[in-house]
């Protein structure tokens, strides 16, 4: 499995974390994210992650900014990409079961870390249900 995963100045802490409990999965990665906590905009990281996504040379990808909202709103403006927002496990699971969410947006001013890398657990280990959901997830491109 390859992830990307993608993060401005708010997020670096996190993203670090994140990319540590991948590896130790044996889970590439390909970080389009800052290092730094120097100010950056979000959209310069969301881009590459959610263009990854669309592309297909990364299976699914993981965005960190203050609120998580701008990078979901990025992220989300390219075909084949479902980002979801999330602020706890339950979110994760069904953004995974319901809308074969692809791309998890956390908001790392509002949870903690360890919640954080739960979520990423979280959102790894679900599948997408299918069945009554498969039409719905159709019917959100606008191509």
């Not at 540590?20 to 990281?45: A, R």
């Not at 699914?60 to 479902?82: D, E, F, Y």
Request: aromatic share 6%.
């Amino acid at each position: 499995m390859k992830i990307a995963i993608g993060n401005d100045h708010a997020g670096t802490e996190y993203k670090l974390a994140i990319v540590g409990l991948l590896k130790s999965m044996n889970i590439e990665v390909e970080n389009f994210g800052t290092d730094g906590t120097d100010s950056v905009d979000y959209p310069d990281f969301a881009h590459p992650v959610a263009k990854a996504v669309e592309e297909g040379t990364v299976d699914l990808g993981i965005l960190i900014c203050g609120s998580g909202n701008g990078a979901a709103m990025t992220a989300n403006k390219h075909q084949k990409v479902r980002a979801a927002l999330c602020w706890n496990k339950e979110l994760v699971a069904l953004g995974r079961e319901h809308n074969d969410a692809n791309i998890l947006s956390l908001p790392s001013r509002f949870i903690a870390l360890p919640q954080a890398l739960e979520m990423v657990k979280t959102f790894l280990n679900t599948n997408f249900e299918g069945g009554r959901h498969e039409r719905r997830v159709e019917k959100i491109s606008c191509s």
